[in-house]
């Protein structure tokens, strides 16, 4: 498949080379993208199709037609090739549907057609949005707009900001690429009716994406997703879509400088603040923000991972911008090696610094650091809040660990489970404190209701600070956990595809055939999810209930992949038990991996 080239900015003398850019792949959101035509082998590339049926001149016209209204230089250029080659392999690809609009917005691979992100697609989004929000009686409300530093992100932005003035609301856009909980925190803040965040989190540097909040600082969820993309299909042509050269606000300062006041309110008044950090921004807009909100709370300034510091649309040193994929932290871990005073943690974003991660020293070497699993960080958080006399709902999604809900019942605070997402976790009523396992948290829902690394890091800093004065560090916590309430061990089968249809081969292989026993527990329960349960909605999963065990397998809504939730809780008698109770967990967790892999044909 012909793949789209995106020119990388000019390279300063003290950068990096950038290395090649990830192979071309075919990705939009799952699951309700429609699947594209097997592509090739990798490495292999297919000579364009030419013919003459009247299909092929249907496609052809099809492309022409989308071209003719296309604003972006960029994106005509590369789609005027295509027609002009006749590149029916690759044409058939860009118009074998549209990137749908759903309760993640939209994500995908940058370049023409509809089943990409361009201009010409958030063009639609955001007239449909805009009609959305007029037909729900908002016609003169505020539209806040954010944006990070990939490829495009501050061109959709502005594109944004054009409709809704078009359409006439009022739109205000942040002053420069910023983190997205500033985005959340500012829909609040400014009392806009909606918000906008152009981002693809932490997906490749080929991707980009279209996040959409209501007024109440939430990410959408259904009906609304429906209603604004039933908006979107009703957009007859970009023609019809005013897009005045001004009459936006872009907003100061200011809104920054109230998010960082808020995120003060996080730690406790006196508290210590003497841990010391290495911090990677993995090449996205968190450094900055971080910084300041480092500095105003008064700790250490962390010692940064210089080359992953500046934001980077081509994200140069990693192959995925993604804290928890193999070797992303491995520059992290090198700074640590050689920054004196020796660091008590390691904390790192992911490009648009909504996720936070943690990684501790666990010996005496260089290389002595380890990854602490988001569901060790989420029991961590919700332990301190505890500790420090928090009230209100926990809640978390039901792919994380259940650990939490231990937390809860026995600090006598009230439990929610929701679906998976922060859309979900950040509507639970009387929220204090929300997680989930692929690096979320929310510390402050007053302020922010959604997932914040910025707010995340600091309390994991004030943590760490005092467990230091203790002489203790976060493997000592997570141990006096593991003999309260249960050692909880979790895992993650993940695996990416380039052809969708593979995911859905394997959910329907599970319906089919659902295992009787993993690891050699007996599967007590297996429960489609998509009949939704007495507590929760329908969505497309699978939850397998064993004896000290439990599988969740489902398709990611962001990424071509699909992921099954691993969790066991081995009890614990006394401390001595714990290095047994770490093997058999660890030995369960392989079986119930390889089991559910062959299960699922995966």
């Not at 530093?149 to 009022?170: E, I, Y």
């Not at 959408?220 to 908006?231: L, T």
């Amino acid at each position: 498949m012909a793949s789209t080239y995106i020119p990388p900015r000019p390279r300063t003398t003290d950068e990096p080379e950038a290395r090649p850019p990830p192979p071309p792949r075919t990705h939009r959101q799952a699951p309700e993208a429609q699947t594209p035509p097997e592509a090739p082998p990798p490495g292999k590339v297919e000579a364009p199709v030419q013919d003459d049926t009247p299909a092929t001149a249907e496609l052809i016209a099809q492309a022409r037609s989308w071209l003719a209204e296309d604003p972006d230089p960029e994106t005509r250029e590369e789609l005027g090739k295509l027609i002009d080659a006749e590149d029916v392999n690759e044409l058939r690809t860009r118009f074998a549907g549209t990137l749908q609009f759903g309760t993640a917005g939209l994500r995908g691979e940058l370049g023409a057609g509809p089943m990409r992100m361009n201009r010409s697609v958030v063009i639609r989004a955001a007239a449909g949005l805009a009609a959305y929000l007029k037909g729900k009686g908002r016609a003169d409300g505020l539209v806040v707009i954010g944006y990070d530093a990939r490829h495009k992100s501050a061109d959709f932005a502005r594109d944004t900001a054009a409709v809704m003035t078009g359409a006439g609301l009022r739109a205000a856009v942040l002053p420069r690429p910023l983190p997205t909980p500033v985005l959340a925190f500012a829909i609040r803040h400014l009392g806009a009716v909606a918000g906008v965040e152009v981002t693809a989190s932490h997906n490749p540097p080929r991707d980009n994406g279209y996040k959409v909040y209501l007024g109440d600082g939430s990410q959408i969820v259904p009906p609304a997703d429906a209603e604004i993309a039933a908006e979107i299909d009703a957009v007859a042509s970009l023609h019809d879509v005013p897009r005045p050269d001004s009459g936006w606000e872009t907003l100061d300062e200011a809104v920054l400088e109230a998010y960082l006041a808020r995120t003060d309110a996080v730690l406790s008044p006196g508290s210590p603040r003497t841990a010391r950090a290495v911090y990677t921004a993995m090449h996205g807009v968190g450094k900055d923000t971080l910084l300041a909100a480092f500095a105003r709370a008064g700790f250490p300034a962390p010692a940064l991972v210089a080359e992953q510091a500046e934001p980077d649309p081509d994200f140069p040193t990693v192959a995925f911008p993604n804290p928890e994929e193999p070797g992303a932290m491995d520059l992290a871990f090198a700074t640590a090696a050689r920054t004196t005073p020796a660091p008590d943690l390691v904390i790192a974003n992911d490009p648009d610094a909504d996720r936070c991660a943690a990684a501790v020293k666990t010996g005496p070497g260089d290389a002595d650091w380890r990854m602490l699993r988001g569901d060790e960080v989420g029991a961590l958080l919700a332990a301190h809040l505890v500790k420090r006399g928090a009230h209100g709902t926990f809640a978390e999604s039901i792919v994380s660990s259940s650990l939490l809900g231990r937390i809860a019942e026995h600090a006598g605070l009230p439990y929610e489970e929701t679906l998976t997402g922060f859309k979900w976790i950040a509507r639970v009523d009387g929220l204090r404190y929300g997680y989930e396992e692929a690096l979320g948290y929310c510390v402050d829902p007053e302020g922010v209701r959604d997932k914040d690394g910025i707010t995340a890091a600091l309390l994991l800093a004030e943590l760490a600070s005092e467990l230091k004065e203790e002489g203790r560090t976060f493997l000592d916590l997570l141990d006096d956990l593991a003999l309260e309430h249960g050692l909880h061990a979790t895992d993650q089968l993940s695996v990416r595809v380039e052809d969708l249809s593979l995911i859905a081969d394997a959910m329907r292989r599970l319906r089919e055939q659902p295992p009787t026993e993993l690891a050699g527990l007996p599967v007590s329960k297996a429960e489609d999810l998509t009949r939704g349960t007495e507590t929760l909605p329908p969505t497309d999963g699978l939850r397998y209930t064993l004896d000290g065990a439990r599988v969740i397998v489902r398709p990611s809504g962001t990424e071509p992949k699909l992921k099954c939730y691993l969790e066991v809780v081995v009890p614990v008698a006394d401390r001595a038990a714990l290095p047994e109770a770490r093997t058999r967990a660890t030995d369960l967790l392989a079986a119930i991996k390889r089991d559910l892999s062959a299960a699922a044909g995966i």
